[in-house]
């Protein structure tokens, strides 16, 4: 079993800044890729960006240029940069990984882009 929790979100305003951060119980190196989803009401869950053990970044479209997914080694987690956050950001973020042939998630923390 592995643990994934998730820490950082809140409420902020249009073109303000969060950053997200994914601690797991087992070592972010010992799977091939991490990633961030998110989840608006009534939208389907959707990948936000990605990370591998090589350090191969994979991000949305809506959000290039605004997030940043980075691997923090000493505090073993995942964390996810946002810049310039809209409201269309404004959903549930869920951190994953693979590890033991299947996927694992986090609880999810609500981050809200609002004025």
């Known amino acids: 079993q592995v643990q994934l929790v998730e820490s950082g979100g809140g409420l902020v305003q249009p073109g303000g800044s969060l950053r997200l951060s994914c601690a797991g119980s087992?070592?972010?190196?010992?799977?091939?890729?991490m990633g961030w989803y998110r989840q608006a009401p009534g939208k389907e869950r959707e990948l936000v960006a990605s990370?591998?053990?090589?350090?191969?970044?994979r991000y949305a479209d809506s959000v290039k240029g605004r997030f940043t997914i980075s691997r923090n080694n000493a505090k073993n987690t995942v964390d996810l940069q946002m810049n310039s956050l809209k409201l269309e950001d404004t959903a549930v973020y869920y951190c994953?990984?693979?590890?033991?042939?299947?996927?694992?998630w986090g609880q999810g923390t609500q981050v809200t882009v609002s004025s």
């Open positions: 990370i591998t053990k090589y350090d191969m970044t």
């Open positions: 087992r070592s972010i190196f010992s799977t091939i890729v």
């Open positions: 994953t990984g693979f590890w033991d042939g299947r996927d694992y």
